[in-house]
Nanobody, 115 residues
Framework: QAQLVESGGGLVQPGGSLRLSCTAS????????MGWYRQAPGKERELVAT???????NYGGSVKGRFTISSDSAKNMVFLQMNSLTPEDTAVYYC?????????WGQGTQVTVSS
C-alpha cells in the first residue's frame, strides 16, 4: 500500500527546535520531489518546503532561514529541521511525494509551539 508516514511532531516552547521525518513506502516509486506543507486551524494548507531529487530546495517565505529540508533518496525519506519556532508555526505538518502518477500525502503530524 502506497503511504507516507510522518514522525517527530510534538509540543515545544517558543524558540525551540523540532525535527520531522517522513518515510515513503517502497510502493511509491519514481519520486521526483518531496515536501512539507502545513495547515493551521482555520487556515489553508501552505507550503513549508520542497526538495527535488537533484537537491534543489524551495521554502515558504515564513520559514526561510529557520527551517531546513533534507532528504535521503535511497531510503525514500525527507526531513524537516525546524529552529527558532514561534507560536505561528503551530499546525499539522504534512509530508508529500511528487511522482509521475500523482502526489501522495501523509496523515500529518501535529506541531504545537507554546509556553
Amino acid at each position: 500500500q502506497a503511504q507516507l508516514v510522518e514522525s517527530g511532531g510534538g509540543l515545544v516552547q517558543p524558540g525551540g527546535s523540532l525535527r520531522l521525518s517522513c518515510t515513503a513506502s517502497a510502493s511509491i516509486f519514481s519520486i521526483y520531489a518531496m515536501g512539507w506543507y502545513r495547515q493551521a486551524p482555520g487556515k489553508e494548507r501552505e507550503l513549508v518546503a520542497t526538495i527535488a531529487q537533484e537537491g534543489r530546495t524551495n521554502y515558504g517565505g515564513s520559514v526561510k532561514g529557520r527551517f531546513t529540508i533534507s532528504s535521503d533518496s535511497a531510503k525514500n525519506m525527507v526531513f524537516l529541521q525546524m529552529n527558532s519556532l514561534t507560536p505561528e508555526d503551530t499546525a499539522v505538518y504534512y509530508c508529500n511525494a511528487f511522482t509521475p502518477r500523482g502526489t501522495y500525502w501523509g496523515q500529518g503530524t501535529q506541531v504545537t509551539v507554546s509556553s
